[in-house]
């Protein structure tokens, strides 16, 4: 049984003949938004077929402007919302805990694939949250998730025979 013969990694290794790392970076901007398509196992299949560093570079900055659309739409579009749903005292108590716990929890979704952080991404839209620790505490965990998700692809792929 050859793995690297199957539907999945043919399929995978087209997608990336044709669309190269600029196909990888388009997937990661929409994975970064609401929809779920699974990036962090896009990275994990991808990385046999092409430098793992480039990789996790492109997927964590396409990742990041995905997410940086869901900040930017709450960031404009949320507030009015929110306020609509939550009673003032809801939104004060809601702002006084983010304001406390909210980079911790951010980051550890950031951190861990499965979790939903590209929703946080919206929180801190609606709680207008500054743009660049946004967008520093949205790129570096992703950036350490998909180095490590590259590594592991690698080593599966050079398991598997893959590569």
């Not at 979704?109 to 500054?130: Q, S, Y």
Request: net charge positive.
């Amino acid at each position: 049984f050859n793995i690297a013969a199957t539907p999945l990694f043919a399929d995978l290794s087209a997608f990336l003949a044709n669309y190269g790392l600029a196909g990888v970076f388009l997937v990661t901007i929409v994975a970064g938004t609401i929809v779920p398509l699974g990036s962090p196992a896009l990275v994990v299949a991808a990385s046999p077929f092409t430098d793992p560093i480039l990789l996790m570079i492109v997927a964590a900055t396409g990742f990041t402007i995905g997410m940086t659309i869901n900040y930017g739409l709450a960031y404009r579009f949320g507030r009015p919302y929110i306020e609509k749903r939550i009673s003032a005292e809801h939104f004060e108590e809601l702002k006084r805990i983010w304001t406390k716990w909210g980079w911790i929890i951010y980051v550890i979704f950031g951190l861990i694939p499965v979790l939903p952080v590209e929703l946080l991404a919206f929180l801190c839209g609606f709680l207008k949250t500054h743009l660049t620790t946004f967008l520093l505490l949205s790129f570096v965990p992703r950036l350490i998730t998909f180095a490590i998700l590259a590594y592991f692809g690698q080593h599966l792929g050079i398991w598997l025979g893959v590569t």
